[in-house]
């Protein structure tokens, strides 16, 4: 984002940094900017709990204001006169509010909220006891949220959400602001996440074509996703392409979390710090989890390989990506749709269409492109869908 920013603007960055950050990243941060503040320690929070923190929604509703800080972002007001100003969170918002005396293009990054709040039950609501009360107790939390969001956006000319549900539904919950809400998606690293073009040798010595599972085994979500998917679909799978194995790669291996690595047609790698070797090789990437993680999807998608999610694991990017992958939730159908990925010509296609899609709409660039759209004020096309590929 800087290097893409400084391209354009003279930048002035004001940001917190931790302590025991690298001094040899400060040095490489400021090379694309005019000027640079690093306040030490972490941002200020707010005191006392706000009413947006019973459920975890606890953004800052008036965060604490570093003193270093404050009389540098006042110098550059002063002396600079900035006329685009963007606050990358909450906790900066105070700094980009000062002097409304002088005018400037304010923009806040929102990407705090995620789409769950705005679209409805996660998986992890949806069996929970009481659920009357809970639906009540959220409601309420909400409706709190927004009656705040609808005071604290109108110092803003724009701000920006990486979910489309959430930019749609929060576009018709606060219609008095609708035009200044825009989404602006996380991008992925293209030229990093490409297909394999003979750099990658093979990560395993065996023949055969593997199933890569796509995420580290850094949780327990993880490992439960890994056992459904080796218990009750890899056997449907290797019964009609006893070839297949499941490849689980992970950096570091947490303890009390044992992957399943008794279930025929498991390989478990450790130790693994970067992925790309392992997708590239992937005749299949799954995504089975019941928790939103779309961001090693979108990865797999970058690369060019042939994708088979869950529903549960797209989150807010489900309407964005559907179409070029294949969704499915019950094993009979994740395995028909494994089956139909490892067939080449299709997989092959589908892996092509994925790698334009993350190009077109999740890359750093295409992200870059509409940021630099709300900060100049012209308008954004909406993101097209169309019909996911689904089994069953």
Not at 176 to 196: K, L, Q, Y
Request: glycine share 8%; hydrophobic share 45%; aromatic share 8%.
């Amino acid at each position: 984002m800087l290097r893409y920013l400084s391209g354009r603007y003279r930048v002035h960055l004001g940001c917190f940094a931790d302590d025991s950050i690298d001094r040899r990243q400060e040095g490489f941060v400021r090379q694309f900017c005019h000027s640079v503040f690093f306040a030490r320690g972490c941002p200020p929070a707010a005191k006392g709990p706000g009413p947006a923190g019973l459920f975890g929604f606890n953004r800052p509703l008036r965060p604490g204001r570093d003193a270093g800080l404050s009389i540098w972002v006042e110098r550059i007001w002063s002396e600079r006169r900035p006329t685009r100003v963007l606050a990358l969170c909450a906790a900066m918002a105070p700094y980009a509010l000062m002097r409304p005396d002088l005018p400037a293009r304010r923009v806040l990054d929102r990407s705090d909220i995620d789409g769950n709040p705005w679209g409805g039950e996660s998986a992890t609501e949806q069996w929970r006891p009481a659920q009357g009360i809970w639906r009540w107790l959220r409601t309420r939390e909400l409706r709190a949220m927004l009656l705040l969001d609808q005071h604290r956006l109108a110092s803003w000319d724009a701000s920006l959400l990486n979910s489309a549900p959430a930019v749609a539904k929060l576009r018709r919950l606060l219609p008095e602001v609708a035009g200044r809400i825009h989404h602006v998606p996380d991008g992925i690293d293209t030229v990093r996440f490409s297909p394999n073009d003979g750099r990658y040798p093979p990560p395993l010595p065996f023949g055969g074509r593997s199933i890569l599972m796509a995420c580290a085994l850094d949780g327990p979500a993880d490992v439960d996703a890994a056992k459904w998917f080796a218990v009750e679909v890899l056997p449907r799978v290797r019964a009609a392409a006893p070839d297949c194995r499941l490849i689980l790669a992970t950096r570091d291996l947490g303890s009390g979390f044992p992957p399943p690595t008794a279930c025929p047609g498991v390989t478990l790698a450790t130790g693994v710090r970067d992925m790309r070797p392992w997708l590239a090789h992937a005749a299949v990437v799954v995504a089975p989890f019941s928790l939103p993680n779309p961001r090693p999807v979108l990865e797999a998608m970058a690369m060019g390989r042939p994708v088979v999610a869950t529903p549960g694991a797209l989150g807010a990017f489900r309407d964005q990506i559907e179409q070029d992958l294949w969704l499915a939730a019950e094993p009979a159908d994740v395995a028909q749709a494994v089956l139909a990925a490892l067939y080449p010509p299709l997989g092959t296609a589908v892996g092509r269409a994925a790698r334009a899609r993350v190009q077109a709409y999740h890359s750093w660039e295409a992200g870059l492109a509409r940021l630099d759209a709300v900060l100049e004020g012209r308008a954004m096309p909406c993101v097209e869908r169309t019909r996911p590929m689904t089994m069953g």
